[in-house]
């Protein structure tokens, strides 16, 4: 195969050829089949090219759509429309008519109309009944088209009506998760001004310590939650080395089980264990206040801490059960 | 793979629609329609528009399957170039092949492979076949056949897009289309 004529194949099969080279390769695919085995083989290799493009299905109302459309035609194809044929009447033949029309003596012309007669009633009727055939062929069609856009347009209103409870199911979720979200926002925002009020409280009582004379003789700590359950935990710890007594306010610490204490140490880098400074319960509130006085001498009070432990006491802290701790 | 089963079933398929066979049409519909529908919406980028081709393509094919010609290649590939040069009519229509072209272009190299969405009307291992055959042309041929088949541009604008003379274009898409249909071979005979 030449290598122009196989060219123009390509492009004949891509829609690349202008109107006149279409017009001649369309003449001469007629006369050469070896041309035409070509346009095959381009044909086929554009259903590669096909093939790459993503592949998405169609709208799936189409399908429905179409088959009604195809049934449509073919039931308005079993009807012929045209040429419209009309029966002899039964007491004469076509033959005698159709040599009356070709020929005949007008002095006859009166009888041979007579003649007719039947033949036009007959012609008129046929007439007719195509009409009406034709008719009832166009309203069946019609009836049909109708019945597919109904079908198409009764998906499309499911389709929509789908849309619209979705979107109002959407809208209930979204409104009970915003009631929801502004009733957590209230909590924490009294959370907040519960905190706010607490530290104010305490910020006030450093305030009049501070405001005592022997403040710079007193060692204040805060020590900071260390339960992942009570976050809010807190506790402050005066102290005064030189008398060797302090005070440990303590609010938000959770109610201890029957048979436990909370048990205070400070701890001293000169000692190798924390000496204890007492044992508490919280009341409801989590709140205490409580003066303490270490059981042994404290060198240096580096760090306060609290642990939870057996009732009245451990001679050493259970450091897995610690509380809050600070210095 | 010996497909020539499924040609004769298409070819078959089209003969009974032919004869207003609606099962037929049914089936040629289920097999093809997820691909001619791809064609037109790579082309048109508008889902109603490329639902339009499709729609055009199955009237046409209900009215034109009787003149159906075999020899000229199989019916979805019939069915496809049908499907492409209505959804490129469509496109010229709408004037906007030149903005396409260079959407083309840009995306034309490297090569991407699409399974969007897996089709049910096609083999998967056929789809893979094709598209391995696609990724298998030279870059330039494949550039130029990508560019011919989807973006509706002349010769000489797909000559100007790429910078090549017309000649050189020319040999690209025959030899590209060539190579695809060799690459096809095993699944096509």
Known sequence: ??????????????????????????????????????????????????????????????????????????????????????????????????????????????????????????????????????????????????????????????????????????????????????????????????????????????????QDSQLDKTRIAVLGSLLENSPKAVAVSLWRQETQQGLLVVENLPALPPGRDYQLWVIDPSRKIPVSAGVFKVDVDGKVRLEFKPVAPVREASKFAVTVEREGGSPTPDLKQLVVIGG | MKPTDAEHDDTDLVRRVALRDAEAFTILYDRHSTLLYSVALKILADPEEARDVLQQVFLTLHEKAAVYNPALGRPVAWLSVMARNKAIDRCRSLKRQREYAERIRQETPPFEHSSENPTETHNRDELDYLHAAVAQLPDEQRQALTLAYFSGLTQQEISDTLSQPLGTVKARIRRGLIKLRESLGQLLD
């Not at chain 1, 079993?78 to 040429?83: G, I, N, R, Y």
């Open chain 1, 1 to 210: 195969m030449d290598d122009s004529l196989s060219e123009n194949a390509a492009l004949y099969v891509l829609g690349l050829l202008t109107g006149d080279e279409q017009a001649a390769f369309e003449r001469a695919l007629q006369e050469d089949p070896a041309l035409a085995a070509e346009v095959r083989t381009m044909t086929e290799g554009t259903l590669a090219l096909a093939a790459s493009a993503p592949q998405v299905a169609p709208p799936p109302d189409l399908r429905a759509q179409l088959l009604a459309a195809f049934q449509t035609e073919t039931d308005a194809g079993q009807v012929p429309a045209a040429p419209l044929t009309v029966l002899p009447p039964p007491s004469h033949g076509l033959k005698k008519t159709s040599d009356s029309r070709s020929g005949g003596s007008p002095p006859q012309a009166a009888p041979r109309l007579l003649h007719l007669l039947p033949w036009a009633a007959a012609a008129v009727l046929g007439v007719m009944f195509a009409q009406q055939k034709q008719e009832l062929t166009s309203t069946r069609a019609e009836s049909s088209k109708i019945k597919a856009d109904n079908v198409s347009l009764t998906e499309r209103e499911r389709h929509y009506l789908d849309a619209i409870r979705i979107s109002e199911a959407a809208k209930a979720e979204a409104s009970t998760s915003l009631a929801s979200t502004r009733e957590a926002l209230e909590k924490a925002k009294a959370g907040l001004e519960d905190l706010n009020g607490r530290h104010s409280t305490l910020v006030a009582e450093l305030n009049a310590l501070r």
